[in-house]
């Protein structure tokens, strides 16, 4: 059985309960009436805060039962089981990870990567960046992660810095990727994300203040089941971290023009992607990319500060009414 609503949730912890119905009302401060017509299902008026918070109180349920994404068996397991700490140790070999994130990212997603660009469009454009032995399964599960990655009506919001953009098109050290290579995957990007609204592409200045980590280490938020993850400089290891408001301030955080860094807001960042595509196949260096994008778009600013400082000497400076979101 689904539980997607608060009366279906509702009847399935009475029923765990194994209490009377007055009995149960009582412990909730509601009257016998109103708790019979949730449990036979002749109103669709939906249990109050306040009684879900009191449910919880008395059973001792997280608060994220009442939660949209909180269904199926994930509902069962927060009601059946002890409550799981807010911070927890994933350690898997590499398969168990990718089916982790699957599981964790399997309807939508909002990541901050690690890197330009992420790890399955890399793996759809270039087979094999680090030469390592796979396994079938672990080769099958990656191919079921990109044909999700690449569905239309797949949700994704990324962000990645402009100094990991900017890296993985014209760094001469670190570089795993061909020019060949670097053309097909902005291609890839720019048509995956290029007026599709379920897919969001966000760029933002790591160097406009002082951000740790969120350049160094794939994030992932599911504001809906209230979890986020990160990778741990332990390869093999992530953390689950299910505390509800750090999840929906990191969220917040990332969502919000005013609160986020510096960054190239969606629609703009597609177009920048399609620069860099041109000045890749065009032999331009980064000079020229620099010049273009700050004479077409409103953000020359943002890359200006990803520029060394002798670098800076060498190009325009930023135009006026550059925009910082």
């Known amino acids: 059985m689904?539980?997607?609503?608060?009366?279906?949730?509702?009847?399935?912890?009475?029923?765990?309960?194994?209490?009377?119905?007055?009995?149960f009302a009582s412990l909730i401060n509601k009257d016998r009436r109103t708790v019979t017509s949730w449990i036979d299902n002749v109103t669709d008026i939906e249990p109050s805060n306040d009684i879900k918070e009191k449910i919880c109180q008395i059973f001792r349920y997280p608060d994220y039962v009442w939660e949209e994404g909180c269904t199926d068996e994930e509902f069962l397991k927060s009601i059946t089981?002890?409550?799981?700490?807010?911070?927890?140790?994933?350690d898997e070999d590499y398969y168990g990870r990718?089916?982790?994130?699957?599981?964790?990212?399997?309807?939508?997603?909002?990541?901050?990567?690690?890197?330009?660009?992420?790890?399955?469009?890399?793996?759809?454009?270039?087979?094999?960046?680090?030469r390592t032995k796979t396994s079938k399964d672990i080769e099958d599960l990656k191919q079921s992660r990109i044909d999700?990655?690449?569905?239309?009506?797949?949700?994704?919001?990324?962000?990645y810095s402009i100094k990991s953009v900017l890296s993985f098109?014209?760094?001469?050290?670190?570089?795993?990727?061909?020019?060949?290579?670097?053309?097909?995957?902005?291609?890839?990007?720019?048509?995956?994300?290029?007026?599709?609204?379920?897919?969001?592409?966000?760029?933002?200045?790591?160097?406009s203040r002082k951000i740790y980590g969120m350049e160094t280490t794939y994030i992932s938020i599911n504001v809906k089941q209230k979890i986020l993850f990160f990778k741990s400089p332990i390869e093999s290891v992530f953390i689950e971290i299910r505390n509800k408001n750090l999840v929906e301030r990191m969220h917040k955080y990332y969502s919000s023009?005013?609160?986020a860094p510096s960054h190239v807001n969606f629609l703009e960042s597609v177009k920048i992607i399609k620069i860099l595509q041109d000045?890749?196949?065009?032999?331009?260096?980064?000079?020229?990319?620099?010049?273009?994008?700050?004479?077409?778009?409103?953000?020359?600013?943002?890359?200006?500060?990803?520029?060394?400082?002798?670098?800076?000497?060498?190009?325009?400076?930023?135009?006026?009414?550059?925009?910082?979101?």
Request: hydrophobic share 35%; net charge positive; proline share 3%.
């Open 81 to 90: 089981q002890i409550p799981q700490k807010e911070v927890r140790i994933i």
């Open 98 to 130: 990718l089916k982790y994130i699957m599981e964790i990212e399997k309807n939508r997603r909002f990541v901050i990567q690690a890197q330009f660009p992420g790890p399955m469009y890399r793996d759809t454009a270039v087979q094999k960046v680090y």
């Open 279 to 325: 000045a890749l196949k065009y032999n331009n260096d980064i000079r020229q990319a620099y010049e273009t994008i700050n004479r077409t778009t409103d953000y020359g600013e943002l890359f200006y500060h990803n520029l060394s400082l002798d670098l800076q000497k060498e190009v325009s400076d930023p135009k006026s009414g550059q925009r910082r979101n």
């Open 148 to 159: 999700q990655m690449l569905r239309y009506d797949y949700d994704t919001t990324e962000w």
């Open 257 to 259: 023009p005013i609160e």
């Open 169 to 207: 098109c014209f760094a001469s050290i670190g570089n795993f990727y061909t020019k060949e290579e670097k053309i097909k995957i902005l291609e890839l990007i720019y048509e995956l994300f290029n007026n599709n609204y379920n897919k969001k592409l966000f760029l933002f200045d790591s160097f």
């Open 2 to 23: 689904t539980y997607k609503n608060s009366i279906e949730k509702f009847i399935e912890i009475f029923k765990r309960s194994n209490l009377s119905i007055s009995k």
